[in-house]
């Protein structure tokens, strides 16, 4: 049974940071590529950024370049998200996402997603 278990969320002032986690358990981690989405109050969900399985290559949408730095430590299973220079408009639930192939080398959208963590809050006021 594959677990998918994120932390890090919170309120945060604009212009703040904050770090995301998420724990994979259930299959061979560094296999898959994993991504980032958020779905704001009344918006659609969003992919913010992706990490391939080797851990070279990273994506993200153009909203959040420069800000935000995603990262992969296969040893602990866990992938990561650093924000900084939040703004009020990155306000959403985030999500943690395993993609539903192994060796993916791009990013991946919704319909490809295998496995979602619980996803986390994390508010930005301004």
């Known amino acids: 049974q594959v677990q998918v278990v994120e932390s890090g969320g919170g309120l945060v002032q604009a212009g703040g940071s904050l770090s995301l986690s998420c724990t994979v358990s259930?299959?061979?981690?560094?296999?898959?590529?994993m991504g980032w989405f958020r779905q704001a109050p009344g918006k659609e969900q969003e992919g913010v950024s992706w990490?391939?399985?080797?851990?070279?290559?990273?994506y993200y949408v153009d909203s959040v370049k420069g800000r935000f730095t995603i990262s992969r430590d296969n040893a602990k299973r866990t992938v990561y998200l650093r924000m900084i220079s939040l703004k009020p408009e990155d306000t959403a639930m985030y999500y943690c996402?395993?993609?539903?192939?192994?060796?993916?080398?791009?990013?991946?959208?919704?319909?490809?997603?295998?496995?979602w963590g619980q996803g986390t809050q994390v508010t930005v006021s301004s």
């Open positions: 259930g299959l061979s981690f560094d296999l898959y590529a």
């Open positions: 996402a395993v993609e539903g192939r192994t060796y993916g080398d791009k990013y991946f959208d919704v319909d490809e997603v295998a496995n």
């Open positions: 990490i391939d399985w080797s851990g070279i290559n990273t």
